[in-house]
């Protein structure tokens, strides 16, 4: 449904969008991800027609940004960040306003208002003045302009920005619904976001992608092995760090060792040591427990650690900008 080929945007002689290339089909919902100033809404505003690319190529539905940016209109509702809402018209009024705009024929759009505010939570606001309404509602309103035209692909920027607990869960819930349907974009900061909703992501990093794939692929292409959380009890962090050295020498040096810190308070010998262990080889959680056993440390707490969206993000947009690249797809 959307494929970006080489896609390069300048301003000038800043670079914002650096050779990026993915491909999206219809029924997935892609988490566009990065730091700002990474490249996302530039992506964005080109695969809407917005702005051209310097280079390379992006088809949507099958027609060519550059080609037709007009007939590309047609096929995408689009959610900005800021929502360019009118305050002295009704919800109804203007959600009529940009059917008019979309040239829906008059006989169709009462339905496809109507349809459009149940599907936001609005049916009850559909009168109300849009000045009037909360920053929530305000929200909602401009996710139903994107909708109401019933277009095959949406592209959200930040979809869930000012609405309470609820009403995210409630919005969440829509979006997984519709991706189901069709083809959706959706760019937020909110990592849990993304894991709750998306099917696809794709880490953006100083114009260029950094990521993309499932949330788990790109995680286990990351881990490469095991990561272990230790919490232990009987040795200092100074002895502990000698220690772990000993430790390494069984994995054949494939092991690295993070967040070395104190557990708890103490005093005394008694002290409480927590850390991480990654291992590139993917060993078993017995030779890690039989190193502390044979230094007579207690073990209090021993979890495998699963590789979460923030660790990734984390992980991936502090690199340097460089040609590098991760991707679960083969």
């Avoid at 096929?75 to 203007?94: K, Q």
């Avoid at 003045?129 to 930040?158: F, N």
């Avoid at 054949?252 to 927590?274: D, F």
């Amino acid at each position: 449904m959307i494929e970006v080929r080489n896609l390069v945007k300048k301003y000038g002689a800043f670079e914002a969008v650096k050779d990026v290339s993915f491909n999206l089909p219809g029924g997935q919902v892609l988490g566009f991800l990065g730091p700002n100033g990474a490249g996302k809404t530039t992506v964005m505003k080109i695969l809407t027609g917005f702005h051209f690319p310097s280079g390379g190529e992006a088809i949507v539905g099958g027609v060519s940004v550059r080609d037709d940016p007009v007939a590309v209109k047609r096929l995408i509702g689009y959610l900005p960040e800021g929502v360019p809402l009118y305050g002295d018209l009704t919800v109804t009024e203007y959600l009529d306003f940009i059917a008019d705009a979309r040239l829906m024929p008059k006989e169709k759009r009462k339905t496809a208002i109507e349809a459009a505010l149940e599907q936001c939570g609005l049916t009850q606001m559909a009168n109300r003045r849009i000045e009037t309404l909360s920053k929530g509602y305000k929200q909602r309103a401009g996710l139903a302009q994107a909708i109401v035209h019933d277009p095959p692909i949406l592209i959200l920027d930040e979809p869930t920005t000012g609405l309470d607990p609820n009403q995210i869960i409630e919005i969440r819930g829509l979006i997984k619904d519709l991706g189901s349907r069709k083809t959706v974009i959706l760019s937020t900061h909110i990592l849990q976001e993304v894991e709750a909703v998306c099917t696809q992501v794709l880490i953006l990093n100083s114009g260029r992608i950094a990521a993309q794939g499932s949330p788990s692929g790109i995680a286990a292409s990351l881990r490469g092995g095991e990561n272990w959380t230790l919490t232990l009890k009987g040795a200092s962090i100074d002895s502990i760090k000698q220690d772990l050295e000993t430790l390494a020498q069984s994995f054949n040096g494939k092991m690295e060792v993070s967040s070395i810190r104190p557990a708890a308070a103490y005093t005394g010998p008694a002290v409480q040591t927590s850390f991480v262990i990654s291992s590139e080889t993917g060993e078993n959680a017995e030779k890690i427990f039989d190193w502390a056993v044979s230094l007579n440390l207690k073990i209090l707490e021993m979890g495998k650690k699963k590789t979460s969206l923030e660790d990734i993000f984390v992980k991936l947009t502090n690199r340097q900008d460089d040609d590098s690249e991760v991707s679960d797809e083969k």
